[in-house]
DNA sequence: TCAATAGTGTCTCTCAGACAATATGAG
DNA sequence: CTCATATTGTCTGAGAGACACTATTGA
């Protein structure tokens, strides 16, 4: 039963959240047998000018959870492969085109009420953006941001403009006024704990440096995931352990100080654990 | 649209695969819009007196793959979590009882066309047991048997009596006359890569010892995920390296030679990747 | 010239692996 | 006693971390 595009956007965007949820429960009446599923993508991005890793949230527009942030992502079509869906959401709704490549799962989260809606599965995917493409206005008109992303002792912290959204990493719970929508704080605290556990083996995220890159960044970068001033990191120590991963490509002339040499990663190698 | 229990018995069992196919299909008209959710569990034990591993499956007596040897498991109940669906199935198949902590989640399989009835998605939960419990016939009459597992180069080698299933590391694929149902081949190939990446970490895989266990059992365990004689894993060394993660709870007088100290797993730890 | 940055070298400590020596119990 | 099995101890080489030194560029 098709419904009016007037009703739906009456219910989406004006109606109270609880009038929303009443007609979306009435549009979907197996929605308590049957699942629904979607995907969340976690992006990760880093800016070499202002040392910041990014990470990109969109505001909601519709019901439920009207207004406040959340991670990209939607509805698995119909007998779509969750990677495809995954790189579909993303470019529709930030304009980051992605490939199968980039993305690696993360987690399914199924707890029966972790939407209003009623019974939504989700498979979550993680992927290292490595050039920052201009975010364009998704086909639902979301806005999405790239929101700074820091870590403070055991808490992670979202920023953007007036806007900070504080996850603690024990508890595994938000904290503050500004909260994410659905359980997106939990997948956040899940890559969040698969970059760190990753990251000496199989340094994925240094993918968000894109193709190439120097020493001292790749160190700032981790400095950033540690939540530590990079020059924590001795220089020659941290060289010779990850220079396993790197390939030496060139020289770069530019800037204050000794050149220093540019380096690839080996083999992005897709996700192992 | 609720079917006879005599209809339902029919296709299930008597008519043909396309039949059952066709029939299904019908009695699910939404198969192809929105996704059927099942779990499916990779259960692990080890036998001390033979020295094998052992990998719980289950003989499809139903369409599709009727006949086919397929890992427990089945669809998630009305709002049921993942985890519940996951102890709930096993339980039902096989009369083995699971709790929460038992579990791990391993991988979401997704592909559009890994089940001949529609869209079916699956999450996969790997388990390691401890007391190996006297398997029953599951409400579904299916046969639930122990295979033993074994890893030989590089591939896995399944067998139950006459029946041998051969999974290949490097391709990802079955070898040979058995196959397993859907694509479960994969699923337990992804299994078998956890452990294989945890081992050293995180040795879950000990859970299979129970509650107490010496060294040289542990040593006996981690040569059968390699494949090797565990002869050529020093005992000196393996102890040096792994008496963290255990606890000395007593001496064992039994067996030839010097008595062997008694240990636990310290800490199962809820896997962290 | 100095400050800033990056590359190189050295020392130590820890840990894994190879291997030797010792302890205990069954036969 | 001998053999099988476990435990304990020693030696060495690889790698991580602390730290000192050298090289190159801009101001």
Redesign the interface.
């Known amino acids: 039963m098709p419904t009016s595009e007037d009703e739906n956007q009456y219910f989406k965007h004006t109606a109270s959240e609880s009038e929303f949820l009443r007609w979306y429960r009435a549009q979907h009446p ?1 929605i ?6 979607t995907v969340d993508d976690v992006l990760i991005s880093y800016r070499k000018k202002e040392d910041e890793l990014k990470l990109l949230l969109i505001q909601r527009d519709t019901h439920p959870f009207k207004g406040s942030w959340a991670l990209p992502g939607g509805f ?1 079509l ?5 990677e495809t869906c995954c790189i579909r959401n993303t470019f529709e709704e930030t304009g980051v085109q992605l490939t199968r490549t980039d993305i690696e ?1 993360l ?2 989260f ?3 009420d972790r939407d209003p809606r ?2 939504v ?1 989700t ?1 979550s995917y993680l992927a290292f953006i490595g050039k920052e493409e201009p975010l364009t206005k998704g086909k639902e008109a979301r806005n999405a941001c790239w929101f700074t992303l820091k870590r403070v002792n055991n808490h992670l912290i979202l920023t953007y403009q007036d806007i900070r959204i504080e996850l603690d990493l024990v508890t595994k719970r938000s904290i503050g006024e500004d909260r994410l929508a659905f359980d997106h704080d939990q997948i956040i605290l899940t890559a969040y ?2 970059i760190l ?1 990753q990251m000496y083996n199989n340094p994925r995220i240094l993918l968000v440096l894109g193709s190439q890159f120097t020493i001292s960044e790749a160190r700032k970068v981790f400095a950033q995931i540690l939540g530590i001033d990079f020059r924590l990191i001795d220089h020659s120590n941290f060289k010779k352990s990850m220079l396993k991963y790197f390939k030496e490509i060139g020289e770069s002339p530019t800037g204050i100080g000794r050149p220093s040499k540019i380096y690839q990663l080996e083999k992005p190698s897709g996700s ?2």
């Open positions: 197996s308590d047998r049957s699942p629904l599923l698995v119909p007998k779509e492969a969750m799962q987690y399914c199924s707890e029966p009623g019974w599965v498979v704990e698969r556990h192992i654990l």
